[in-house]
């Protein structure tokens, strides 16, 4: 699985890209809204796919360097593009 950009597809999005010079880390695009909500898209291969098909399992890693977890949520629906002065519906 990769990160992939635009975040939203047919939607020009203000990108910034997290660890752009921070090996070993790869590079992340992603979208900032104005409260710190950040927008990701990731893509799955073919195997990819079909794995999470017949298992149904999806494993996240966070590094969290110790401090608190953030809240994060997943989906598989396409945002929709919001207003960036206002929050993002979840």
Do not use: C
Request: no cysteine; charged share 25%; aromatic share 12%.
């Amino acid at each position: 699985m990769k990160p992939e950009s635009p975040i939203i597809p047919g939607v020009l999005l203000d990108e910034i890209v997290y660890a752009k010079d921070q090996p070993p880390y790869a590079p992340l695009p992603a979208f900032r809204y104005p409260d710190g909500v950040v927008l990701t898209r990731w893509h799955m291969t073919w195997k990819e796919r079909l794995t999470v098909l017949f298992r149904g399992d999806v494993y996240v890693w966070l590094n969290t360097f110790n401090d608190p977890l953030q809240p994060i949520m997943l989906q598989v629906e396409k945002p929709k593009p919001a207003d960036t002065s206002e929050e993002p519906r979840a």
